[in-house]
């Protein structure tokens, strides 16, 4: 009985971290995460994300819907990057942002 509990938790861990490294490899493309620098991430992740709370906090029904928004965030990155010009695109193709004046 105790190590089908284990099991369980070990799968739910496992789900987690699959999920966690989902919502990363998304930031990491569309420009929110830098793996050099955590700061934006994190930022975004209190302030912008669906539970407004650091990813390691997430429950697994939680990443689930943070990855659907990710998802989506990504779809939105992607259409915007098509369009020369926007900060999506200069991300895109490593360009420096444009400037605001």
Same mark, same amino acid.
């Given at each position: ?11 739910? #861990? ?8 989902? #919502?990363?490899?998304?930031?990491? /493309? ?11 991430? %994190? /930022? ?22 943070? #990855? ?10 992607? %259409? ?22």
């Amino acid at each position: 009985m105790r190590s089908k509990a284990i099991q369980e938790n070990t799968e739910i #861990v496992l789900a987690k971290k699959k999920l966690r490294s989902q #919502v990363l490899t998304i930031a990491t /493309r569309t420009g929110i995460h830098d793996t050099n620098d955590w700061d934006k991430f %994190n /930022r975004f992740m209190l302030h912008n994300s669906v539970c407004k709370k650091s990813l390691n906090l997430y429950t697994l029904d939680e990443l689930e819907e943070l #990855v659907k928004q990710f998802r989506a965030l990504e779809r939105n990155y992607n %259409n915007s990057a098509d369009k020369t010009g926007t900060k999506a695109w200069a991300h895109k193709w490593g360009f420096p942002s444009a400037s605001n004046n």
